[in-house]
């Protein structure tokens, strides 16, 4: 798949451009999953389910992981979604089984707070047709910083972004990103280690092992719903997960 790091002395990305979503594209050929981790977001639940089925015309299947309290679970099955409930592990581990429970050729995922834009959708799997592994969508490229992210999370999302840039040698401006499409054989080809890590993790181990990587612009929206994230935690863990593979430290899992 592509080619390896170690023929690559900066990017495997290629060109990292922004995109632009024209509304009238095509569906693409391949079978689509959009999946989804919530915790508690009966708020937005049904406007993010409704702008993946106007997106796709209907045609994909739609996974979410669900681990709350509210009813949540009940508007997405009720919605047509397939829902996978799981106790409170960490966001990695319900992402993880989020990735891996879609049974399309290209698994998209996305946070179930409506700031991603499903109306690019189409855009992603186009770059995916013309041979890429995984298409990120980047909430900081071509912005200095996106209206509706706060300024300590812009800051850590930029930090980590320049310091995986700066190890690992090639370009990208957003590694914490929810929005991402990924060919199945990437995500069942590489035995994720991860917990809060893990958008790092699905970007860094990939490039290693020599996959085609794209990163386009995408806008950032004002959430729906509350918080659910620890930013400290999460941010100690991109800490640590970022490190980790360029100088292969052996951390303790309960860290990442």
Known sequence: MGVTASTVPFCVCEDVERARYTGNQEMSHLKLSVVTITLNEEKAIGKV???VQAATKGDCEIVVVDSSTDRTPEIAESMGARVIRQQPKGYGIAMRTALLSGSGDVILTTDCDDTYPMEMIPQFLK???EGYDIVSGSRLLGHLKPENMPPLNWFGNWLFAT???VLYGFATT??????RAY??????????ETNYALPAELIIRPYLSGCKIKEIAIPYR?????????????????????????FGWQIDPNLL
């Open 222 to 246: 004002e959430r729906v719903g509350d918080i659910t994230l620890n930013k400290w935690r999460s941010g100690k863990a991109f800490l640590r997960g970022i490190t980790k593979y360029k």
């Open 183 to 192: 060919r199945r054989e990437v995500l069942h080809g590489i035995d994720w």
């Open 49 to 51: 389910i409704s702008d």
């Open 127 to 129: 770059y995916v047709e």
């Open 174 to 179: 957003d590694v914490t990103t929810g929005m």
């Open 163 to 165: 310091m995986t840039s």
